[in-house]
Every structure is written in structure tokens, then in C-alpha cells.
């Protein structure tokens, strides 16, 4: 079993920047990933990184603003998130999978956190 409590979400004015935490604790997973979710939205995929911490995936819409990376001494994963837009508001989700299946498919997750809001003011 892995537990996963994010944290670092807020009200932030367009063009501001927040950085969002997951800390794990349980079992070592292979691929961690950040999820997002709007109002009336399918959950979608916004960042992944593998175990190695080198390889990482964006969808098209925060490459060049956010940057997924990991502490694993800390057993946290971080999302920055630069040059914040409207669009950007939902409820981020922390997930991560014990193996390494395809890396932007929600149901590849085994374990999501609770959810951190993030609001965007334009």
C-alpha cells in the first residue's frame, strides 16, 4: 500500500507560480505523476517522471511552465508551476504506479492522493 498527501495548492494570481508536494510513504513505486481535474472535466494528465528521476513527459499545454521532479530521500515528488494561467485551475492529484506501464494513462495508477486546489485569478 502506498499513502499520498499533497499539499502546496492556493489562489494565486495569473502569472504566479506554485509548487505543489506529494510526500509517499509504503511501498517504492516506479512512475509518479500529477493528474488534474476542472470542473465538469475528465481527470487528465498533466506531468510524469520515472523512478530514475531523469525521465519525465508533459502534456503539451505546461511544457516550458511546469517541471516535475523528485526528492527520494524525502519520498516527495514536486510539481513547479510557472506563468500560471486560468486554464490551469483544478483539483491537482498526486498518483503514482508500482510498474512502469504507459505514463499518461489514468489507469495505469495504482494509489491518489486526495487532491490539492489550485486557483487561477485572471
Known amino acids: 500500500q502506498v499513502r499520498l498527501v499533497e499539499s502546496g495548492g492556493g489562489l494565486v494570481q495569473a502569472g504566479g507560480s506554485l509548487r505543489l508536494s506529494c510526500v509517499a510513504s509504503?511501498?517504492?513505486?516506479?512512475?509518479w505523476a500529477w493528474f488534474r481535474q476542472a470542473p465538469g472535466k475528465e481527470r487528465e494528465f498533466v506531468a510524469g517522471?520515472?523512478?530514475?528521476?531523469?525521465?519525465?513527459t508533459y502534456t503539451n499545454s505546461v511544457k516550458g511552465r511546469f517541471t516535475i521532479s523528485k526528492d527520494d530521500s524525502k519520498s516527495t515528488v514536486f510539481l513547479q508551476m510557472n506563468d500560471l494561467k486560468s486554464e490551469d485551475t483544478a483539483v491537482y492529484y498526486c498518483?503514482?504506479?508500482?510498474?512502469?506501464?504507459?505514463?499518461?494513462?489514468?489507469?495505469?495508477?495504482?494509489?491518489w492522493g486526495q487532491g490539492t486546489q489550485v486557483t487561477v485569478s485572471s
Open positions: 509504503g511501498k517504492i513505486s516506479h512512475t
Open positions: 498518483a503514482t504506479a508500482l510498474s512502469g506501464r504507459s505514463i499518461i494513462t489514468r489507469n495505469a495508477y495504482d494509489f
Open positions: 517522471i520515472r523512478w530514475n528521476g531523469v525521465s519525465t
